[in-house]
């Protein structure tokens, strides 16, 4: 290699033994999980074990008597809480109560912009399903995983033990399962080493021609939030690649009740990842299970222009254990989907 080559080569180990990932992990624990504030005080959150609060959306139905059912939302990558507002607002006329969390680093919450570690969020999903199953005793309650937030309950799902006993069921939308494994070898070496010697690297994703909607003017109103991220870090893409992996590989132990939907335009989370994910599915889930997927739909299934079946379909599935068929007949093109695909049979 020569002398040149070898002093080269010690100048990109000493970068890479000196630079990692900036990675904002939990503190000790030091109480127990809780819900502070209400709807009328307009400042909830959920407080985790190590004290860190996670600014809280609580949408109740009108009325007094106690809901039908209660849904809490996960958001996606560089997103919050918010963006659960117009399907909560309808599950609300439904009679069905909605949360909505900012997740570690997203959002209103602290360190915004860093990666908490994957563990983190899936604790944190955990331990906010247990508070919402203990605020609403004898209620059916249902977690809502949108892109991450998909894969954060996914793989939180792989230890079945660690879930409230109480919770009915999970629907994944558009689930980020885009892990290592579907990537091409130069994307997965080029992530870690800009992670690694460049951790405080930000990408815009300008450029990308990536379409997560056809619903325009929800996508620029996106761009307008400042609590949405438009800068992200690089060592925060390298951790939720990370996530996506583990969500990938729970996938065989996927057994809880569950709803996957699937917009066939998705741009974000191509069909290669979903197929994989589908393929590794228990062929027979112990608690049922319903795929559907939608011809016009795109990454933000719940708001794109088409959402309201989407809404229709979910709000069929949470009040029918046994269903077998939605009101938009998604499960059955689900089924043309996945054979297109190689993947499962019906």
Not at 25 to 48: F, K, R
Not at 125 to 139: D, E, F
Not at 184 to 212: C, E, M, V
Not at 262 to 280: F, N, S, T
Request: proline share 6%; aromatic share 10%.
């Amino acid at each position: 290699m020569g002398w040149a080559g070898f002093g080269f080569s010690a100048i990109v180990l000493s970068f890479v033994i000196g630079c990692a990932p900036i990675i904002k992990h939990p503190g000790p624990d030091v109480q127990a999980p809780q819900i502070y504030g209400s709807p009328e005080t307009d400042d909830a959150s959920l407080i985790m074990a190590d004290g860190m609060a996670l600014p809280l959306r609580i949408w109740l139905p009108d009325g007094k008597q106690p809901p039908d059912a209660v849904v809490l939302a996960v958001h996606g990558f560089n997103d919050y809480g918010a963006f659960f507002t117009e399907f909560a607002q309808y599950l609300n006329r439904h009679n069905i109560a909605a949360y909505a969390y900012d997740q570690r680093g997203f959002g209103a919450s602290d360190d915004t912009g860093y990666w908490a570690g994957t563990q983190a969020y899936l604790d944190d999903a955990i331990s906010s399903l247990a508070l919402i199953v203990k605020r609403h005793p004898g209620v059916p309650v249902f977690g809502f995983g949108e892109s991450m937030g998909g894969a954060v309950l996914m793989a939180a799902a792989q230890n079945r033990d660690a879930l409230p006993a109480a919770l009915d069921g999970l629907i994944l939308a558009a689930p980020a399962v885009w892990g290592r494994q579907t990537m091409p070898w130069y994307q997965n070496a080029t992530l870690w080493l800009a992670s690694h010697l460049i951790p405080s690297l930000r990408f815009t994703g300008q450029g990308l021609d990536i379409i997560a909607s056809d619903n325009m003017e929800m996508l620029r109103a996106l761009g307008r939030d400042p609590l949405v991220i438009k800068q992200t870090r690089v060592d925060a893409i390298w951790g939720v690649v990370n996530l996506m992996d583990r969500a990938l590989d729970s996938a065989q132990d996927f057994h809880v009740r569950s709803l996957i939907l699937y917009g066939e335009r998705d741009q974000v989370i191509k069909q290669a990842p979903i197929r994989a994910m589908l393929a590794r599915l228990p062929e027979q889930p112990e608690n049922g299970r319903l795929i559907a997927t939608y011809e016009d739909g795109y990454h933000m299934l719940i708001r794109d222009l088409g959402a309201k079946v989407v809404w229709q379909d979910i709000l069929a599935w949470i009040g029918n254990r046994g269903i077998t068929s939605l009101p938009s007949g998604a499960e059955q093109r689900s089924g043309k989907f996945i054979r297109r695909m190689g993947g499962l049979a019906d």
